[in-house]
């Protein structure tokens, strides 16, 4: 049961981490996008002028949709750091009860042998 627990432990600290990586790749990505996707100044005209409207309209709403993801990013970060905080700690106390017991037991055979 408690080497189940160990194993399920890692496999949860594995799959934190992959996780982390991944989102922290993600917002590197979304900022090198945010850099790259501001619009070069066109020529005004009638038809550029509604063009420009346009897309003027359009990178609103893909910078307002970054920043909601930015902030969903962060949000899971910081979940991420501090549920991988419990886990550690978790695994602490799993230790120390193991060590405790392994201890008990130990006095225990002495005390029957």
């Known amino acids: ?6 194993a399920s432990l890692h496999g949860i600290s594995t799959s934190t981490h992959t ?3 991944i989102l922290e790749e993600a917002a590197r990505l979304l900022k090198l996008l945010w850099r790259v996707s501001l619009p070069l100044k066109a020529a005004h005209g ?5 063009q420009d409207e346009g897309m003027k309209a ?9 920043s909601e993801q930015e902030k969903k990013l962060h949000s899971t970060v910081k979940r991420l750091h501090s549920t991988n905080q419990l886990k550690e700690n978790m695994e602490k106390v799993i230790i120390d ?10 006095k225990a055979r ?4």
């Not at 009638?46 to 509604?50: E, R, V, Y």
């Not at 359009?58 to 970054?66: D, P, Q, S, V, Y």
Request: hydrophobic share 40%; aromatic share 2%; proline share 0%.
């Open 46 to 50: 009638t038809a550029q002028g509604t």
């Open 58 to 66: 359009e990178i609103f709403r893909l910078r307002k949709k970054l």
């Open 1 to 6: 049961l408690q080497v189940a627990d160990q």
């Open 97 to 106: 009860q193991l060590v405790l017991t392994h201890d008990v037991l130990k």
């Open 19 to 21: 996780v982390q990586q």
């Open 110 to 113: 002495g005390n029957l042998e």
